[in-house]
């Protein structure tokens, strides 16, 4: 019989976005439960106050290393979604790792949602695979 493997997602959210994070991730809990999860430094700890009860690994923040961490991840083939709640009204120092993260996400062919509305989507879709 093979192993089941556990899916990995990995979650970041800009400083603007990370209450609708926070938001998601408490509304799918249940599901994000079937998954081990990644993410960037403050947006992970945001959502393990929220949900202590996730399987979360936070990395570094994202202008100090944490997109890259993820964007790692993916390559290895280790991510296998990416949720991204970006803020399009504000300007990003580190604007090109978020370019590389959506260049890695093409690369390897894994979903990624940039807002509440396709997270949902997608999320509802991974429950089938997972």
């Known amino acids: 019989m093979a192993k089941l493997i556990k899916r990995t997602l990995a979650l970041i959210a800009h400083d603007q976005k990370?209450?609708?994070?926070?938001?998601?991730a408490e509304t799918h809990r249940?599901?994000?439960?079937?998954?081990?999860?990644?993410?960037?430094?403050?947006t992970g700890?945001?959502?393990?106050?929220?949900?202590?009860?996730?399987?979360?690994?936070?990395?570094?923040s994202g202008p100090m290393g944490g997109d890259q961490q993820i964007g790692a991840l993916i390559a290895?083939?280790?991510?296998?979604?990416?949720?991204?709640?970006?803020?399009?009204?504000?300007?990003?120092?580190?604007d090109v790792d978020v370019k590389a993260l959506t260049r890695l996400v093409?690369?390897?062919?894994?979903?990624?949602?940039?807002n509440p509305s396709t997270?949902?989507?997608?999320?509802?879709?991974?429950?089938h695979l997972n």
């Not at 945001?46 to 979360?56: F, H, I, K």
């Not at 093409?106 to 940039?114: E, F, G, K, N, S």
């Open 30 to 42: 249940a599901i994000l439960a079937k998954f081990d999860l990644v993410a960037t430094g403050t």
């Open 76 to 94: 290895e083939g280790q991510v296998h979604g990416l949720f991204f709640f970006v803020d399009p009204l504000t300007a990003m120092p580190h």
């Open 106 to 114: 093409l690369v390897y062919d894994i979903p990624m949602a940039c």
């Open 45 to 60: 700890g945001r959502v393990l106050a929220a949900c202590p009860e996730l399987s979360l690994t936070a990395l570094k």
């Open 18 to 24: 990370k209450d609708e994070m926070v938001a998601f």
């Open 119 to 127: 997270a949902d989507m997608i999320i509802r879709q991974m429950t």
